[in-house]
Structure formats: C-alpha cells, structure tokens
C-alpha cells in the first residue's frame, strides 16, 4: 500500500499585546536592565539580533542568566568576560520557537546600544529589540521564522513600528548581527515591514 504523506508546516503562533507591555503567549522572564523611553517616544523600529550562550551553543540558561544579571563566571571562560555587562532585549526567539519576554514594549530595554536610523542616535529610545537564538554563521529555524512573524504581527496590531532592521544597520562596523543567513525578503513579507 502507498500512503501520501502531505507536509504542512505548523500555525504561527497567536500572541496579544497587552495594555502593560507584556505579551500574552510569551514566557515572561523579567529583566532588571530597563527603563523609561524618553517622552513622545514610541516604538518605531523592530531590530533583530542574534545571540547564544555559550558562543555557538544552543538551548542553555545563558542568555537568560545575561539577561537577568545571574551569569554565573565559573561555568564557561566567556562568561567572566561578559559577566559585568547590563543589557536586555524585549524578546528572545529561541530555535525552537519559544517566544521569552525579558522587558514589556511600554520600556527601553538595553540592547542596541550606540546606535543611529535615519539620523537618529541611541535607537533603544524608539525601538524593539528580539534576539534571535543563533549566530552568524548558520541559517535560523523555520520556527524562529514563524515566531518572528507572529510577533511581528501581534506588534503592529498596536504599535507604530514603521521598519525591522538588524543590529548591523544601526551599528555598522560594531555589529554583524543577524548576519549572512537571515533572511531579509521574508522577515520583511511576513511582518510587513520595510528595512
């Protein structure tokens, strides 16, 4: 007997934005490395990053101990060079397509750093920041992909976000990030958004 298999990817995940910033559908992980956006700012930009802890390694605590302060030295050698830092982003997509919150939209969180769009410096003041689980040097996942529009989309239902860009267009010669692999026509299609 001959069975037809059909392959249908999965749905994109469903997500509301709520009136304190937080997303419904995320895993809410709090972040101390935030605060207010400066007055009248609103976000403007979505920018992607990627990120993982240890380099090149996937699916541990280490963006999340990063995110929160709780990176701990002794567990690999690039943590005690990194340890000191205090940064966040809002969202973090991991490979599988978990969507964790570290800092609500209504807050600047600490992820772009110095920074200019379009004339503009210290782009934290008027944009979102998701981190991607990934590197440089490899494609991301067809669920990062889905997660990543549906928030998108889920952000735009309530926000001005007028662009998504990466981390290497506001911060040329600093940044890579989300580098080669990223792929810019459907980020674009599926949010919406232009760079």
Not at 60 to 83: K, T, W
Not at 107 to 115: E, N, P, T, Y
Not at 132 to 150: I, K, M, N, V
């Amino acid at each position: 007997m001959l069975w037809r298999l059909n392959y249908q990817p999965a749905s994109p995940p469903a997500f509301q934005l709520l009136e304190d910033g937080w997303l419904d559908g995320a895993r809410r992980l709090p972040s101390p490395n935030h605060d207010e956006r400066g007055e009248g700012m609103a976000p403007e930009l979505l920018v992607i990053h990627n990120i993982s802890l240890p380099p090149y390694r996937y699916g541990g605590l280490g963006v999340e101990q990063l995110f929160q302060n709780r990176l701990n030295p002794d567990e690999h050698p690039f943590y005690a060079e990194i340890q000191h830092l205090r940064v966040s982003s809002h969202f973090f997509i991991r490979r599988s397509g978990e969507l964790q919150q570290f800092v609500p939209v209504t807050r600047r969180a600490w992820h772009a750093g110095v920074s200019s769009w379009q004339g503009r410096e210290r782009c934290n003041d008027f944009s979102i920041g998701v981190e991607l689980e990934g590197c440089d040097f490899e494609p991301f996942s067809e669920a990062q992909y889905r997660t990543l529009q549906a928030l998108a989309l889920a952000l735009r239902r309530q926000l001005p976000l007028r662009a998504v860009i990466g981390h290497e267009h506001i911060a040329p010669g600093r940044k890579t990030d989300p580098g080669p692999f990223f792929d810019w026509a459907r980020a674009e299609a599926d949010s919406g958004l232009q760079r």
